[in-house]
């Protein structure tokens, strides 16, 4: 019987726990033995993943949380959930007191993209002054002017206009690199494409709660492609980052082996919650008026304030669980899933992001698409259906 998606976290922190050995690579020996590392924004999805690793690789991992309910949790051995307060530098501090190496992937969607970058500020000034050797930033394809329509690679121009987040991760790339350029740190700035896979919140669960709900509807000429990473592809390509001899806040774009037909992956996502994919021929334009910018910005900044309301009275992982549910209430009035019809220009694209960087300097990756795939159907299955899958490792 499959688990309630309500007892999961990506750390196995509620009891529910999550079984990595079924889902992903890790490699022999224990190369980070006796070196201490800080994860913030290690309870996420990438973070929990990297935490795992590297603790099965020897290193002693802190993951700072705001989460009171979450300091007492018995992880692993080798890792410690530290209470912290963002806001005040002398908690900051503390946490990141005796690291050697520190991976940033703290970024809160419920604030603003200022506010995320105050925090980055925070969190740099305190790796600083607590003599961290190596910062390694989690950053986004997204900081590139021509995503997601033009073809792609760290030479690609950034510095141009966008929405809030690319506006906010480009800046704390900029910051960092200032401050390796005046000797504060080494670093690194890891560029993921879209990450899916395990406990993906936006490539895979809520994909999958939406064509579980109410299954999926594709265009018969579509041939979109998706620039997507397995998440464990990504995860040593971070791990790779915190080895690096010199990183001088050196850009790596990272992707997958190969670019994923996107009807590819959503026939997978089907088959791996029970549904089907509907083929249509001449699919209309959007049948749903769009809102407009603003009233959308409004509408987003409220269900953001109410989600970081509740999340602070009941817990992230719940408030999550809760959301993951909304799909299936309803409001769809029996109408498939139609990605296409809501994103055209996002889910048609064939540009093709390119990661020689990171495959040369890095690790290539390895976790083709018919193996990720294969991995992120038992995930579903395991959580969303009513199977359990083999062991894959």
């Keep these: ?127 600083a002054n607590a003599g961290v050797r190596r910062f390694i930033q989690a950053s986004s394809i997204a900081v590139y002017d021509g995503w997601p329509a033009e073809d792609l690679d760290e030479n690609a121009p950034s510095d141009g206009a966008g929405q809030p987040y690319k506006m906010a991760k480009r800046e704390m790339e900029r910051d960092l690199e200032a401050r390796v350029a005046s000797g504060g740190f080494d670093a690194a700035i890891i560029q993921p494409v879209n990450v899916y896979g395990p406990f993906s919140e936006m490539w895979t669960d809520a994909q999958v709660e939406r064509i579980r709900a109410r299954g999926v ?33 050196r850009r790596f774009i990272v992707t997958g082996p190969a670019p994923i037909p996107w009807a590819e992956m959503f026939a997978a996502y089907a088959e791996g919650c029970g549904q089907s994919v509907e083929i249509e021929e001449g699919q209309p334009v959007a049948e749903t008026p769009q809102r407009p910018a603003a009233l959308s ?55 093709i992001v390119h990661a020689d960087r990171a495959a040369a300097e890095l690790c290539p990756p390895v976790v083709s698409a018919e193996e990720g795939l294969a991995r992120t159907k038992a995930y579903i299955a395991w959580r969303f259906g009513s199977t359990e899958p083999k062991d894959l490792s």
């Design 1 to 127: 019987m499959s688990p309630d998606p309500a007892s999961l976290s990506p750390l196995g922190i509620s009891p529910g726990d999550f079984d990595w050995a079924r889902f992903g690579r890790v490699a022999e020996g224990r190369p980070w033995q006796g070196r201490t590392v800080v994860i913030t924004g290690g309870t996420g999805f990438i973070g929990a993943r990297l935490a795992r690793k590297l603790a099965l690789y020897g290193a002693s991992v802190t993951i700072p949380t705001r989460d009171k309910s979450r300091t007492d949790a018995r992880i692993d051995p080798n890792i410690r959930l530290r209470a912290w307060a963002p806001a005040s530098p002398a908690s900051v501090a503390a946490v990141c007191a005796g690291a050697d190496t520190l991976f940033n992937l703290a970024y809160d969607f419920r604030r603003s993209g200022a506010a995320n970058v105050a925090l980055y500020r925070a969190i740099a000034d305190a790796a």
């Design 217 to 249: 509807a594709l265009p018969s000429d579509f041939d979109g492609l998706n620039n997507a990473v397995y998440i464990d592809d990504l995860v040593d390509a971070f791990i790779a980052a915190g080895d690096l001899p010199v990183g001088g806040a």
């Design 297 to 351: 910005s409004r509408l987003n900044g409220l269900i953001t304030k109410a989600s970081a309301m509740l999340a602070s009275r009941i817990g992230t992982s719940r408030v999550k669980a809760l959301r993951a549910r909304i799909p299936m209430l309803g409001g769809s009035h029996g109408k498939p899933y139609r990605p296409v019809q809501e994103n055209a220009a996002f889910y048609r694209s064939r540009a």
